[in-house]
């Protein structure tokens, strides 16, 4: 019979708290593999083993499902046998994938250690019994395109290929909630996953500046949302309306220092939203000197508006490696569609690059947000995002 083996990551590490972690984790395995029929999901010496029920169950549907689960550190389909050599060799045919490579090297896991042959032996009888059945491989022990696994764990044997990477980091919700400043661009979205790999619950927010941007702006966020939701489970997108504050800063205050401001107005009603849903921090997309509002000064004085702590996990990485992720994620093709958000479309043409903090305050008063922004906090659009396949 065929069954998933998934390899957990880094909460092996973890001390006493390490129940907890792995609680959340088969949770969180369970429900993204049912889906896919019925499976029992068990964990043991830090693998997680997922059985199907019965033989109407998908099991290359709960394997990339699977592969999307924060927490687990590798993964792959292995074929369930008895603890024998007899029995491995029995199942090698099976191993059809063999078939679209050249060579090969035999693995061997011997946790029972009452099993009469050793790693070696093991991986001796196996190599041999596999060029025997595929006649055309060659053994490569330093660089070999497929890598043939057998385990021999507590009661059975497992036989299986090289396993495929999971999605790694913390399983989700075990370090607790944060409020994601969601764009329409490429690195907001990343930050987010990489945040929610940590093992961060998300509460996207949006602001959103109809009729300065179009109905599609917000459309291209939602489906952001979706797309992140593959990977963290359900979300709730906040849509915050920003047009009558950045209207009133426009009205009351310099070009040079319209972004500063409508930031640090972001960052107040991120802030506040993040209090009424338990939130312990917000997470923005900054890269530290990508453009006129991310260098060190210019960060500095937007987090100087927000009572908590202020996540940017792209802070040190360039364009290219955020991109490379967006497109791994899957979010790329959405970022790059063109619609505008509510910052870009009022870009100042000279944005102040090094600003001070008690200027920005003097100008901030002149335009009295307060009741604008406890209003845009009060008056906030909800869409529910269902996990999506």
């Not at 199942?91 to 790693?119: D, G, H, Q, W, Y």
């Not at 507590?154 to 400043?181: C, D, F, I, Q």
């Not at 998300?202 to 593959?230: G, R």
């Not at 960052?267 to 000197?289: C, F, W």
Request: glycine content about 6%; aromatic content about 6%.
């Amino acid at each position: 019979m065929e069954i998933l083996l998934l390899k957990m990551g880094e909460i092996v590490l973890k001390g006493l708290n390490r129940r907890a972690f792995e609680n959340k984790l088969l949770s969180s395995v369970a429900s993204c593999v049912a889906r896919y029929g019925e499976f029992s999901v068990e964990s043991r010496q830090s693998t997680i083993y997922v059985r199907a029920k019965d033989h109407s169950c998908d099991m290359t549907g709960a394997f990339e499902e699977a592969g999307k689960v924060f927490g687990i550190a590798a993964l792959s389909i292995a074929i369930q046998c008895e603890q024998s050599l007899d029995a491995l060799r029995r199942e090698i045919p099976r191993l059809t994938r063999l078939n679209r490579v050249k060579t090969f090297k035999a693995e061997a896991r011997r946790a029972n250690k009452s099993f009469p042959l050793t790693s070696p032996q093991i991986c001796a009888e196996l190599g041999q019994a596999i060029l025997e059945e595929f006649p055309h491989l060659k053994v490569d022990v330093k660089t070999p395109e497929e890598i043939v696994w057998a385990e021999i764990r507590e009661n059975h044997a497992y036989l299986h290929l090289k396993a495929s990477p999971g999605a790694g980091g913390l399983p989700a919700g075990t370090a607790g909630r944060a409020v994601l400043l969601l764009s329409g661009g490429i690195d907001s979205p990343v930050a987010g996953w990489r945040m929610a790999r940590r093992g961060i619950e998300l509460m996207p927010v949006h602001f959103y500046s109809y009729p300065y941007t179009s109905p599609e702006a917000k459309d291209k966020v939602i489906k952001l949302a979706e797309l992140l939701s593959v990977w963290t489970g359900q979300l709730t997108l906040r849509v915050v309306s920003f047009t009558a504050i950045q209207e009133q800063i426009r009205k009351k205050a310099p070009e040079d220092v319209f972004t500063l401001l409508m930031r640090r107005s972001m960052m107040r009603i991120s802030a506040k939203i993040a209090e009424n849903t338990q939130s312990g921090a917000l997470i923005t997309g900054d890269s530290l000197g990508q453009v006129a509002s991310q260098t060190l000064e210019a960060i500095s004085v937007a987090d100087a508006a927000s009572p908590i702590p202020v996540f940017r996990p792209l802070i040190g990485e360039d364009k290219e490696e955020t991109v490379t992720t967006s497109r791994k994620i899957g979010t790329y093709e959405t970022s790059i569609l063109p619609h505008e958000d509510c910052c870009s479309v009022f870009t100042p043409r000279h944005p102040k690059t090094k600003p001070r903090l008690e200027k920005i305050e003097h100008f901030e008063s002149n335009c009295e947000l307060e009741g604008l922004e406890k209003t845009a906090v009060y008056d906030v659009e909800c869409v529910k995002i269902p996990k999506q396949d």
